[in-house]
């Protein structure tokens, strides 16, 4: 089983900011089965990036996927008051796993 | 659009089973291009993958390491649903699960997610 790992835990950041989130995996994994969800409280994951630079439908340009192998980045170029959440990476290589998560606060 | 609703009981026994079930809209549970999936989010497990089936031709199911043995999904054509049963549960179970789907590798829709509490 593949093992994503986010860094950091946490990023405190303010609005406009560039917010720059990290997922290392512990193998390689297929570019176009790398994917980033945001999530807020009480809410279900929804999905942002699919196969590692899609952005899903619906989901504004300021949201960017990059990276291959075992390293992989979501980018938030301006953050937006509604940006501020929890962001997981995903992957599939014969089953799905997630990463811990990042929490983008405000500062 | 697709949505999912999930339904089912929030409080469960241990060694109990836990059913829930996700009805469809906007999609067949037999569509030849998804696939439908429960997952499962706890403090202590993060998001856990549980398992999915799919149809193309006949039925397939798949199940993550962690609880195969004790998982079931099971599709229902006449009400376009999918459900999961877990059965011998303990307080570790206690989650919030989700169902979704796949067209691709990632997931696509949610369901909106239900609490469910095993009491030891």
């Known amino acids: 089983e593949i093992v994503l790992t986010q860094s950091p835990g946490t990023l405190s950041l303010s609005p406009g900011d560039r917010a720059t989130l990290s997922c290392r995996a512990s193998q390689s994994v297929s570019s176009g089965f790398l994917a980033w969800y945001q999530q807020k409280p009480g809410q279900a994951p929804r999905l942002l990036i699919y196969g590692r630079s899609s952005r899903a439908t619906g989901i504004p340009d300021r949201f960017s996927g990059s990276g291959s192998g075992t390293d992989f980045t979501l980018t938030i170029t301006r953050l937006e008051p509604e940006d501020f959440a929890v962001y997981y990476c995903?992957?599939?290589?014969?089953?799905?796993?997630f990463g811990q998560g990042t929490k983008v606060e405000i500062k | 659009q697709v949505e999912l609703q999930q339904s089912g009981p929030r409080l469960v026994k241990s060694s109990q089973t836990l059913s829930l079930t996700c009805a469809i809209f906007?999609?067949?549970?037999?569509?030849?291009?998804?696939?439908w999936h429960w997952i499962r989010q706890s403090p202590s497990r993060g998001l856990e993958w549980l398992g999915r089936t799919l149809y193309r031709s006949h039925w397939h199911y798949f199940y993550a390491e962690s609880v195969k043995g004790r998982i079931t999904i099971k599709p229902d054509t006449s009400r376009n649903q999918f459900s999961l049963l877990l059965n011998s549960v303990t307080p570790e179970d206690t989650a919030i699960y989700y169902c979704?789907?796949?067209?691709?590798?990632?997931?696509?829709?949610w369901g909106q997610g239900t609490l469910v509490t095993v009491s030891s």
């Open positions: 979704a789907r796949n067209l691709r590798p990632d997931f696509d829709f």
């Open positions: 995903q992957q599939y290589n014969n089953s799905w796993t």
């Open positions: 906007g999609d067949s549970v037999s569509s030849s291009d998804s696939a």
